[in-house]
Every structure is written in structure tokens, then in C-alpha cells.
């Protein structure tokens, strides 16, 4: 029996320091894992915070989405402090299709010298599509913006295949730049 009560004690002292290592191991990696996972745990309201702000994150997505008539009123809200010299550069994706020199033929669209203010669909020479000549009205700045953001949107069957400037800074500084073609050019809104 004293044989027995003592193979217990050792059954029973293996057991508990087995135990007391798993644990003690398990305590350790806890700590040490623990403390790793403490900083993703950190960060993650990061994501969330700019979640909240994805607010503005799907607001800077949204002008693909926007009517014309809101992103022109964007538009001329930058326009009295948009960058012409910007809009030269990006009136590199226009010139593909449009010239915009006084007197040169037009190529793939009209020439687009003193565009602003003229009657639509008047370059001579050009052939419009009939819904442009359909439109009516002249090329006043809030119309350029409607046009420019989405052609398709807002003149359905104008031959312009072009999808749209999708910001609208870029939108004011091409309208700025556009406006100073012409002998006299007209000053930006204020
Ligand atoms: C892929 C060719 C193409 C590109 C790129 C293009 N356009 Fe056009 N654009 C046209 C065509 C074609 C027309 C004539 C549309 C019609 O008759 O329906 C046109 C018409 C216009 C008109 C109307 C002019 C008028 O005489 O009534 C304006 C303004 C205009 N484009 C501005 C722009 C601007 C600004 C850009 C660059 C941001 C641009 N377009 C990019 C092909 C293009």
C-alpha cells in the first residue's frame, strides 16, 4: 500500500507539473502572443476610423456617379480660382479629337477656339451629331461643366465619345484654360 500511495504521489506530481508546464507555457505565449496581437488589435479601429471617414473616401469616388447638374455646380464653385495652366495639360486628353486654334480644321471633333459662349453646334465646316444640333443654347461655363462631366449623360447621341473628366478641379482648370482661347478672353466667373 505505501508502494501504492507513493507511485500516486509521483503519478499525481508528474500530472501536476505536466499540467503546471502547459499552462506556465500557455500563460508565457499568451503574454508574448498576446502582447503581438495587441497591436493589430490597435489598429484595428484604424480601418474604422477611416471607414467613418469613407464618408469622404466614397465621396471622392462619387463624381462618376454624380448627374451633370451636380458636378457643375461643383465646377463653378472652383472655377473663379481654377488653374488654367493645369487645364493646358489636361487638355492633352481633348486634343486627341479636338484642335484649338483659331482657323484650323476641325479633326475628330470641332476646333474648340473660343468655345466658350458660342452658339452650340456652330464650328463651321463640322458635322455635328444630330442630338447636339438638337440641344440648342451656347457653350455658356455651367454648360461646358454639364457637357465635360459626362457628354452621354448629359447630351444623349453626341458622337463625343469621351467617358468624362472624372475630377472636377481638373473640370474647372480645362474650362479656365478654354476660356482663355479667344482673341478676347472671358474672364472666369467670380
Ligand atoms: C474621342 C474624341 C473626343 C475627345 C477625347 C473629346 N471630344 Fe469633345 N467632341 C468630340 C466630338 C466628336 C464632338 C462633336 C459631338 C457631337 O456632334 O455630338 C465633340 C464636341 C465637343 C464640344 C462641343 C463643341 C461645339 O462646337 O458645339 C465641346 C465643348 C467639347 N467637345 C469639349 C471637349 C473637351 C473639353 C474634351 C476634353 C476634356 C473633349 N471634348 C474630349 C470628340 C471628342
Not at 507555457?25 to 503581438?36: E, L, Q, S
Not at 469613407?54 to 456617379?65: F, K, L, M, V
Amino acid at each position: 500500500m505505501r508502494m501504492d500511495e507513493f507511485e500516486f504521489t509521483k503519478i499525481a506530481g508528474a500530472v501536476l507539473s505536466a499540467l503546471l508546464l502547459i499552462f506556465g507555457t500557455r500563460t508565457i505565449i499568451d503574454m508574448t502572443v498576446g502582447h503581438t496581437h495587441q497591436k493589430p488589435g490597435y489598429t484595428l479601429p484604424a480601418p474604422t476610423e477611416t471607414a467613418a471617414k469613407g464618408g469622404a473616401t466614397a465621396e471622392a469616388a462619387a463624381p462618376a456617379g454624380e448627374t451633370p447638374d451636380e458636378a457643375a455646380k461643383k465646377v463653378m464653385a472652383l472655377l473663379p480660382k481654377a488653374n488654367a495652366e493645369n487645364g493646358k495639360s489636361i487638355f492633352k486628353k481633348c486634343h486627341a479629337c479636338h484642335v484649338a486654334e483659331k482657323g484650323k480644321k476641325p479633326t475628330v471633333g470641332p476646333n474648340l477656339w473660343d468655345v466658350v459662349n458660342r452658339k452650340r453646334a456652330s464650328y463651321p465646316g463640322f458635322a455635328y451629331s444630330d442630338a447636339m444640333k438638337a440641344k440648342g443654347g451656347s457653350w455658356s461655363f455651367d454648360e461646358l461643366a454639364k457637357f465635360i462631366h459626362s457628354p452621354k449623360t448629359y447630351i444623349p447621341g453626341t458622337k463625343m465619345v469621351f467617358q468624362g473628366l472624372p475630377s472636377e478641379s481638373d473640370e474647372a482648370d480645362v474650362i479656365a484654360y478654354l476660356a482663355t482661347l479667344a482673341d478676347t478672353p472671358v474672364p472666369l466667373p467670380k
